[in-house]
């Protein structure tokens, strides 16, 4: 049998990982400035996580959600207390469009309404709801285009608030910096308005923070620069450092109700162990400050660089938006400088390191990069 072939693969087998650094099967070390699309928080292969989770699948690896687990309390109470929203409880799932899916479905069971607002060019991953708040119709299938869904410019607040007074709004997702979109970013202006006009009109108000949260931006989450407080908070990626996870953060006004919502792998004990690692490195080492530190300096001396049209982000995640596509450049980046990076569309090169990327490191990769675009 061979895959099913949707992905185009760069012709690199990656074998070996240590903090911010990966190794082909030919032994070539590479500079990871990708972090395997954000979900490296912690550093490859951090030897707490590896201890933790080699020690508990030598204890018990998995059982269902029809007993008690208390490795599951233990995330929910350590990740109120480093978010912030000690009186939100959590939901937890095993990927970032599982996430959104139960955040856009716990909506509906609210306020029984079925319309949602989206932006244009938001990415909120591939299954049925999430999917169809993904403004890319490329990869909503006609089955998943359910006509639920209003896609409006991003910061255009009257354009929101006009729809929103319809009174017939369901829910409103957002992602405060946009991924895959191209590193754009929610105004503060946009997202205090949105999120009164939400409570005027008895509509849940989602943060995407799977790409864009987990500490990334220097903050815990993204939207607490904009000082807004979402109904519901969707975290995946970084949360388990590779291990498949996803938490949905419930604020209090939503009451659960038994079987509503349920999963068969979702808060498993190997999950909530590689959590609960990431949570213990991200305290020691001070990782979201790291972030905003390293990211600052970064988006600085980046912003110095000639030939970049554009420079822009938060904490360790930055976009550099160029006049022309960068396919070819970001493939030399790779194959001659040896350094991971990410891509939007075909302008936009985006950089999402571990949270853990030094400064040293970070020197090193502006060196590498000037050569490239020099
Ligand atoms: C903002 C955002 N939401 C949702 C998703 C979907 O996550 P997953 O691929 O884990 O389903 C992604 C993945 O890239 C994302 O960037």
């Known amino acids: 049998m061979k895959l099913f072939d949707v992905y185009p693969l760069f012709d690199i087998n990656i074998v070996k990982g240590k903090g911010c650094h990966v190794w082909d099967d030919e032994g070539t070390e590479y500079l990871d400035l990708y972090g395997g699309h954000a979900v490296i928080s912690i550093g490859h292969c951090h030897p707490h996580y590896v201890e933790m989770m080699t020690k508990q699948l030598n204890t018990l690896g998995f059982y269902s959600n029809s007993v008690i687990n208390k490795l599951q309390q233990q995330v929910a109470t350590r990740l109120g207390k480093i978010s912030g929203y000690e009186d939100y409880t959590l939901f937890l799932i095993n990927s970032g469009a599982e996430a959104n899916e139960n955040a856009l479905k716990l909506a509906s069971f609210h306020n029984g309404r079925t319309r949602v607002l989206s932006a244009q060019k938001a990415f909120h991953g591939r299954t049925s709801l999430a999917v169809e708040v993904t403004n890319n119709p490329k990869i909503i299938a006609p089955i998943n285009d359910g006509g639920h869904v209003t896609y409006l410019p991003l910061n255009d607040l009257p354009a929101w608030e006009e729809e929103l007074a319809k009174g017939d709004v369901c829910a409103v997702i957002l992602e405060c910096i946009q991924g895959v979109g191209g590193i754009k970013m929610v105004t ?26 987990y500490g990334r931006s220097g903050k815990f989450f993204a939207h607490q620069w904009l000082d807004i407080e979402p109904d519901l908070i969707t975290v995946a990626k970084g949360i388990g450092n590779g291990f498949p996870m996803a938490g949905l953060l419930i604020s209090p006004m939503f009451t659960p109700v038994y079987g ?36 600052t300096f970064l988006l600085e001396e980046l912003k110095k660089l000639k030939g970049i049209k554009e420079v822009r982000g938060r904490g360790l995640m930055i976009g550099m938006e160029f006049e022309e596509p960068i396919k070819e450049l970001r493939l030399k980046l790779l194959k001659e400088h040896h350094v991971f990076t990410g891509v939007s569309g075909t302008n936009v090169i985006r950089l999402l390191p571990p949270l853990c990327l030094s400064m040293e490191e970070a020197k090193e990769f502006l060196v590498r990069f000037q050569r490239v675009i020099s």
């Open 188 to 213: 503060k202006e946009f997202a205090q308005g949105l999120s009164r006009a939400c409570k005027k009109y008895g509509t849940v108000l989602i943060c995407d923070e799977i790409q864009c949260g």
């Open 260 to 295: 509503q919502l349920g999963t068969t792998f979702g808060g498993n004990h190997l999950a909530c162990t590689a959590a609960l690692a990431v949570m213990d490195v991200m305290e020691q080492e001070n990782l979201v400050e790291n972030a905003h530190k390293v990211g």
